[in-house]
């Protein structure tokens, strides 16, 4: 505990809290190398956090996407998908706050439906894939700018970029859908129609 404890960030924490962030922070140090271990004191950090915080406290949203994340790397889905949903639930309530926190909520927001929407593809759940990246288009700086036909091509060119090499056939549906709207909307040579058959073009050859 002792960094925790000389870290300005942390001097205002209680005993309780300084303990709960040491477990995450060893937790996120084992990202990537021991997801057991890191799942292990993911857990023993949220268990405290829930004992002493508010149930929607911002810790807590990232203990549940940290969880999300060791679960979907052990390729169980389901559970993984919980947790990144509960992470959602807390984000979404703190995304417009003034106070800076160890993580960007935003970011971490769109990374979560981001991966449900990985999961819900790698599930063949193609609408639900769809629901989870249009939320994330809404919510982003750089693309809540677009138009709704815009953002659905959007979300189609995305799922069918995850299924390329997995899929070529609903890849190839998927960028032609994107590419379809794209040329209803957009100049003939709008970048991002090159982007379409540059993955059209990848779709077939691996046909």
């Known amino acids: 505990m002792k960094t925790s ?12 809290e300084k303990e709960a962030q040491c477990y995450f922070d060893i937790a996120k140090e084992l990202y990537g190398t021991d997801p ?13 956090r829930q004992e002493i915080l508010p149930r929607d406290h911002i ?53 979560c439906h981001t991966n449900v929407c990985i999961i819900y593809c790698r599930q063949r759940k193609y609408d639900d894939a769809f629901v989870y990246r249009m939320k994330a288009l809404c919510v982003d700086d750089k693309k809540c700018h677009l138009t709704e036909k815009e953002k659905e091509a959007h979300c189609y060119f995305d799922i069918g970029n995850e299924l390329c090499c ?31 058959h540059h993955n059209v073009g990848a779709s077939y050859e691996k046909k």
């Open 5 to 16: 404890s000389i870290d300005e960030k942390y001097c205002d924490l209680s005993e309780k």
């Open 36 to 48: 057991n271990k890191e799942l292990e004191f993911t857990v023993k950090s949220l268990q405290i």
């Open 59 to 111: 810790t807590i949203g990232f203990c549940y996407h940290e969880i999300g994340a060791v679960y979907e790397k052990k390729v169980i889905l389901d559970i993984a998908l919980e947790h990144y949903k509960k992470a959602i639930e807390i984000y979404e309530k703190h995304l417009f706050d003034k106070e800076e926190y160890q993580f960007n909520v935003k970011k971490c927001n769109d990374i």
């Open 166 to 196: 997995t899929d070529p056939d609903k890849a190839l549906e998927f960028t032609l859908k994107s590419l379809d709207i794209r040329q209803q909307v957009l100049p003939r040579d709008h970048i991002i129609i090159g982007f379409c």
